[in-house]
């Protein structure tokens, strides 16, 4: 049953759910996996890449058809969910009831320091993006942008920089990172207060109780494993462009990039086979091991490029640059939010609609899409914090990482084309070469390969933490809860699904084919989501009136295990 609504005549609540049996296999290859969950995403998955590999006209065809029909009618669709799981996430951490709960019994203690905490927050969520889009989105917007079309100021001139970045923080700060937030905390409240497993499905057991057991509760988890699946291939894709584009900057060899210096399909399918091979083995070792070992790498070898940034390159420019843009980002955050562009068969308005669908729709999906993993990744680490610490640590400590990192790196690439400096060489670059065209402009002769190198490196390890996560959230999710380390062959088979959805979209239609994929993919989990914020904030609020009527809000099981904990920390 779900959490009861108190009657009339009796307003004291009922104890909240704390079993929510999920069957697996006691024997066999699928082993303590539900298989109602296994198979169908394991098959939805293989038709996916069998009908990219078998037929890739046919699906050409319908993506180029989705692109400009599918994805645009829901359009409006993505963009007010994301602005309400935005809204529902900061209230939460604001009022001083709701933001004091603790993910865990009262008085837990988290299990990783912060440092850590914040590396794998970081290397999970959009690292990867952070290296291909902190000069890529500033610059794209510096030429074109609403204010840009709208004809308020001239595209490429000094006066366009800030509504550059204005648009730049709105896609990668608190949007982003409350989409993730929500879904870590609808997970982790019930998982670590109530003993409920540590899968999609228990979030939304405040609204519809032991019915989750069955085939409604199957669906949810398979189109989370299939959101995530997506999501991580858009995030490996961009990360393999512009791995494939370093390599070349180091003259690995011209086999690498086509006459149109985009990625060989040799290259691709190279660079897939030991990045994903690499995740794949990491995976392996777990959660506290490899994953926390390579995030905290990321994070050193991170504050290592931007410092080079901040030393050679704009580094007090980058720093005016996100004074001015947190200013114009916090102060248009509510209208941009909300703004939706329709086509109206004027130039000027179907260029602002496809502007916000080339980018403001794009990415609302790919967060969403991302969530399940990034969620339930950032539950799995967050235990024991309260829900404030949780929100602040989640959405305000990355966001402000990304844009520090975007207006340094990004803004010294527009420093060194407006000054005349880099005389296009960025501006013309791919995407994917951005950063290393940049950095060959900034730098000269070995200094400049050997960054190249540290961001090629840094690439490698983003590019197999992210694989590696999401691997083990997708077979936690098909093993109801469990993330034991007895199903290697499971991380297998997804490592390799993982890389073959990559490498096949790419060859067939480029990012473009994985981008448009992927936010169709995220239709059916962006339902999911939704109604995740509202089973939060049932299960948020019965739980503070509660506690006002002395019931219990903490299984039993939860309760023991701290208490079990605590004496053996005492006796060590």
């Known amino acids: 049953m779900a959490e009861p609504i108190p009657a009339s005549d009796d307003r004291r609540i009922a104890e909240p759910l704390t079993d929510l049996p999920i069957g697996t296999a006691d024997s066999g290859f699928y082993r303590g996996f539900s298989k109602h969950v296994t198979i169908p995403g394991k098959v939805s998955i293989a038709l996916l890449i069998g009908w990219v590999i078998f037929f890739p006209e046919q699906a050409s065809k319908f993506l180029t058809l989705a692109n400009t029909t599918i994805i645009a009618g829901f359009a409006g669709w993505y963009v007010y969910l994301v602005a309400f799981l935005t809204v529902v996430t900061i209230v939460l951490a604001i009022i001083p009831q709701t933001g004091s709960l603790r993910l865990g019994a009262p008085g837990e203690q988290p299990e990783f320091g912060r440092f850590s905490w914040f590396s794998m927050l970081f290397g999970a969520g959009i690292g990867i993006g952070m290296l291909t889009y ?3 989105e500033p610059l794209a917007h510096f030429q074109t942008n609403p204010d840009t079309i709208r004809g308020f100021v001239e595209p490429m001139s000094q ?23 929500l879904v870590g905390l609808a997970v982790g409240y019930v998982a670590y207060r109530r003993g409920l497993p540590l899968t999609i499905r228990s979030s939304l057991a405040p609204l519809f109780g032991t019915h989750l057991s069955g085939f409604v509760g199957h669906i949810i988890d398979i189109f989370a494993v299939v959101a995530t699946i997506l999501g991580v291939a858009v ?30 399909s040799f290259a691709i399918v190279s660079a897939v086979v030991v990045l994903v091979g690499a995740s794949t083995v990491s995976a392996m070792s777990g959660v506290g091991n490899g994953i926390r070992w390579l995030s905290n790498l990321n994070m050193g070898l991170s504050f290592l490029l931007l410092a080079v940034f901040l030393v050679f390159g704009a580094g007090l420019y980058g720093l005016e640059l996100l004074g001015l843009g947190l200013f114009d980002y916090i102060r248009t955050l509510p209208a941009h939010s909300l703004a939706l562009f329709s086509p109206d068969g004027t130039q000027m308005g179907d260029r602002l609609a496809q502007w916000q669908l080339d980018w403001s729709v794009f990415y609302w999906a790919w967060w969403i899409a991302f969530a399940p993993f990034v969620g339930m990744f950032i539950a799995r680490v967050s235990r024991g914090r309260t829900l404030r610490e949780f929100v602040l640590g989640v959405v305000l400590v990355p966001s402000l990482m990304g844009f520090v990192w975007m207006t340094i790196v990004g803004g010294t690439a527009i420093d060194l084309e407006l000054s005349g400096v880099a005389g296009g060489q960025i501006l013309d670059a791919t995407i994917s070469d951005q950063l290393y065209a940049t950095l060959a402009v900034l730098l000269s002769g070995p200094v400049a390969t050997l960054m190249a190198a540290l961001v090629v490196v840094l690439l490698m390890t983003y590019l197999i933490t992210s694989a590696d ?16 380390s007895d199903k290697r062959r499971h991380i297998l ?15 067939l239609g480029g990012i473009d084919a994985l981008q448009t994929t992927m936010i169709i993919g995220a239709l059916p989990f962006s339902v999911v989501v939704l109604l995740m914020a509202f089973s939060l904030i049932k299960a948020v609020v019965f739980d503070i009136m509660r506690k006002q009527q002395g019931v219990a809000t903490h299984s039993e099981e939860v309760l023991a295990a701290h208490a079990e904990a605590s004496r053996e920390a005492a006796a060590s």
């Open 493 to 507: 088979f997804w490592g390799g699904a993982l890389g073959l959805v990559v490498a096949s979209m790419l060859i």
């Open 159 to 181: 006066d366009n920089i800030g509504p550059a970045y204005m648009y730049t923080f709105l896609h990668w700060g608190f949007a982003a990172w409350s989409t993730y937030a």
């Open 134 to 136: 902190s000069t890529g």
């Open 235 to 264: 995030t490996l894709g961009l990360g393999v462009e512009q791995f494939v584009a370093g390599l070349d900057r180091l003259g690995m060899g011209n086999w690498l990039l086509t006459a149109e210096n985009t990625a060989s």
């Open 469 to 484: 996560s999401a691997i083990l959230i997708i077979n936690t999710i098909n093993g109801a809860g469990e993330d034991d």
